[in-house]
C-alpha cells in the first residue's frame, strides 16, 4: 500500500490472501509482541466474526477485512469510545469519497439506505482494569455485487458498489481510512472523548426516532436522543424514564 502516509497507525502491514479470521491472527501477532499501528488485511475469511457470535460474511477480494492492534493507555470502561471513534471515521471516510448518505446506527454499524454496509468488532485484554490492547476489527462490504449476497442477508446488508454504481479503490478507500483514523485516534488521545462525541451525534442515524435497544438487562422501546460525555446512549422509554446504555443491539423501528 504505496500511498500510505501515516505516522502510527498501519506502520506494519500483514497483508494475508486468506485467513479463518482477521482477529484470530492480529491476536498472534499481539502474543508475539506486534506493537501498536499493526494491521492484518485478508482477501478473504473463512470464519469472519461479528458481534454478538454473528458470523460475518467475507468473501474473497470484495471488501476491506482488517484488524487493527491499539494500545491507548485508557481504562477498560472507555473501550466502547473507541469503537465510537472508529464508525466516525470510517463514516466520515465514505462520506468524502464516495458522497453517499451514510449514517452510524449506535453503537457502530454504518447504513446506507436502511441496509449494513460497515460492522466493527472490538476484542480487548485488559489488566487491573487498565486495557493492554485492543483488536478494532473493521469490514466494509466494498465490491460486492447484488447477486453475490446471500438471499438471507439481502434485506439486512449492502455493499458501496450496489449503492454507489461503481467500482471502488479499495486501497485508495484504506490510504484515507487510516490517515481518518490516525488522526481521530491522536485528537482522542489527546484532547479525550468530547470532540468525537460531536462528531458522532452529527453522523448518527438513530437519534429522535423510535428505536428498540436489546440489553442484558432487556428490551428498551423509546427514543434516543443523544450520546453523554462517555459514549453512553441516552434513551427515554415509553413512560418517561431516561435510561443510559453502554452496550447493547438497536433496532430502528423504521427500517
Ligand atoms: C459486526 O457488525 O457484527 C462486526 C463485524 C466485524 C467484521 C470484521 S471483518 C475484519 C475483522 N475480522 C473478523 O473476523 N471480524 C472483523
Redesign the pocket.
Known amino acids: 500500500i504505496s500511498m500510505l502516509d501515516t505516522a502510527c497507525l498501519g506502520i506494519k502491514i500483514k497483508y494475508v490472501q486468506e485467513v ?5 491472527l ?1 491476536a498472534e501477532l499481539v502474543k508475539k509482541g506486534a506493537e501498536e499501528g499493526t494491521v ?1 488485511i ?1 482477501e478473504q ?1 473463512t ?6 457470535g ?1 458470523k ?1 460474511f ?1 468473501p474473497a477480494g470484495t ?5 487493527l492492534i491499539l494500545k491507548p493507555q485508557i481504562p477498560l470502561q472507555f473501550i466502547h469510545q473507541l469503537t465510537l471513534l472508529i464508525s466516525v471515521a470510517v463514516c466520515r471516510v465514505l462520506k468524502r469519497m464516495l458522497n453517499i448518505d451514510v449514517g452510524i446506527k449506535w453503537p ?2 454504518l447504513y446506507v439506505g436502511g441496509k ?1 454496509v ?4 472490538l476484542e480487548s485484554s485488559a489488566e487491573d482494569e487498565r486495557l493492554k490492547h485492543v ?1 478494532a ?4 462490504s466494498v465490491n460486492l455485487k447484488q447477486e453475490d449476497i446471500p438471499e438471507e442477508l439481502k434485506d439486512k446488508m449492502t455493499s458501496l458498489y450496489v449503492e454507489t454504481g461503481e467500482q471502488i479503490n479499495r486501497e485508495e478507500l484504506f490510504v484515507l481510512l487510516f490517515k481518518e483514523l490516525e488522526e481521530l485516534y491522536h485528537i482522542y488521545l489527546s484532547e479525550g472523548f468530547a470532540p468525537i462525541r460531536i462528531l458522532w451525534e452529527a453522523l448518527a442515524i438513530c437519534l429522535d426516532c423510535p428505536i428498540q435497544v436489546h440489553t442484558h438487562q432487556g428490551t428498551i422501546q423509546g427514543r434516543a436522543y443523544g450520546m453523554d460525555e462517555m459514549g453512553a446512549l441516552m434513551i427515554t422509554d415509553e413512560e418517561g424514564n431516561e435510561h443510559k446504555i453502554y452496550s447493547g443491539d438497536v433496532s430502528l423501528n423504521l427500517v
Not at 470464519?47 to 454478538?52: D, F, N, P, S, V
Open positions: 479463518g479470521s482477521t482477529q484470530t492480529a492484518v485478508a475469511q470464519e469472519g466474526r461479528g458481534r454478538l454473528r460475518w467475507s471488501g476491506i477485512w482488517m484488524s457502530n454499524d449494513k460497515c460492522g466493527i468488532l483488536i476489527g473493521i469490514g466494509i
